[in-house]
Nanobody, 122 residues
Framework: VQLQASGGGAVQAGGSLRLSCAASGGTFSGYTLGWFRQAPGKEREFVAAVSRSGITTRYADSVKGRFTISRDNAKNMGYLQMNSLKREDTAAYYC????????????????WGQGTQVTVSS
């Protein structure tokens, strides 16, 4: 499946952004959807994932209570609502699709979109 992430931008600390991930070329509902992020000089890290049905979600501890992942299989879209943003959330954000059952490991994801940059200033 091909993925395209969008919605990044510059925001002040405490603000909100909503990232979108558009899927094409495959059966979107057959994939676990994940969001990862990578800051300069750091490894790509898990942010959140949502099950094929959209019912089950998982989050990194650093974003719990602030970020919400969701999906709309009818529209082949995934979302990451980010609230109460902090400077440490600054990174390139990537959406990814997994045909398997691995949630938080980037090696379990088969397809990746291009990154969308999120910059949080104080």
């Amino acid at each position: 499946v091909q993925l395209q992430a969008s919605g990044g931008g510059a925001v002040q600390a405490g603000g909100s952004l909503r990232l979108s991930c558009a899927a094409s070329g495959g059966t979107f509902s057959g994939y676990t959807l994940g969001w990862f992020r990578q800051a300069p000089g750091k490894e790509r890290e898990f942010v959140a994932a949502v099950s094929r049905s959209g019912i089950t979600t998982r989050y990194a501890d650093s974003v719990k209570g602030r970020f919400t992942i969701s999906r709309d299989n009818a529209k082949n879209m995934g979302y990451l609502q980010m609230n109460s943003l902090k400077r440490e959330d600054t990174a390139a954000y990537y959406c990814a699709a997994s045909a398997g059952s691995v949630w938080s490991s980037r090696t379990g994801y088969d397809d990746w979109g291009q990154g969308t940059q999120v910059t949080v200033s104080s």
